[in-house]
Structure formats: C-alpha cells, structure tokens
Nanobody, 129 residues
Framework: QVLLVESGGGLVQAGGSLRLSCAAS????????MGWFRQAPGKEREFVAA????????HYADSVKGRFTISRDNAKNTVYLQMNSLKPEDTAVYYC??????????????????????WGQGTQVTVSS
C-alpha cells in the first residue's frame, strides 16, 4: 500500500512558477517509477511527466517540455514537479502516481495511466491570464 499526498498547488499569474510536491508513505519509495498527470475540467486525464526509480531518466509531455521539471528525493520519499512559465492552459488538478508492478527502468515507458496503481488525491493549479 502506497499513500501519496500532493501539495503546492494554488493560483498564479501566467508566466509565474509553482512547485508541486508529492510525499509517499512507502519505505520502498525508491523502487517505484513516479509520474505526474493532470485533468482539466471537461477533459480526460493526461500525462505530464515521469521519472525513473533513481531519477536518472525523465520523460515529459510535449506540452510541458522545457517548462516543467520532474525530480525526486528518495531520502525524503518525495517527488517534485517544478512548473515555470505557466500558461492558462496548464490549469488543472495535478495528480502524482506510483508504479509498483512494472520493472522497466526508462521513464519513457511510464507515459500512460494504466502503468500506475497508486494515486494521490490531487492538488489544484489555476493559472490566470
């Protein structure tokens, strides 16, 4: 069982920055690839970023590449999403997720939600124009 708790969301103006955090309960956190997804009102949940177990491999959706950075601190059981140059279209509920059943190392593998089996409750990010 993995409990994930996101924090750091809020209201920001376009062009601003936010850093999301996701704290995990599992002692085996360092074994799990992690991902961030988001869901805007009326839209399906979409992939944002993924990171491998050690943090050495990352993968991003084209829409956030160059603006967002995913990272992790295995000593703190936490994964982060640094979001810069925010746009109104980034407005969504952001979810972190853990993948505990797949063994592929590369973050490129973890771009779809069926690869993940534990999810946080989400944190709202609102970007005003």
């Amino acid at each position: 069982q993995v409990l994930l708790v996101e924090s750091g969301g809020g209201l920001v103006q376009a062009g601003g920055s936010l850093r999301l955090s996701c704290a995990a309960s599992a002692r085996t956190f360092s074994m799990y690839p992690m991902g961030w997804f988001r869901q805007a009102p009326g839209k399906e949940r979409e992939f944002v970023a993924a990171i491998s177990r050690s943090g050495g491999s990352t993968h991003y959706a084209d829409s956030v590449k160059g603006r967002f950075t995913i990272s992790r601190d295995n000593a703190k059981n936490t994964v982060y999403l640094q979001m810069n140059s925010l746009k109104p279209e980034d407005t969504a509920v952001y979810y972190c997720a853990a993948s505990t059943t797949y063994t592929q190392y590369s973050a490129n593998y973890y771009y779809t939600d069926e690869k993940y089996d534990y999810w946080g409750q989400g944190t709202q990010v609102t970007v005003s124009s």
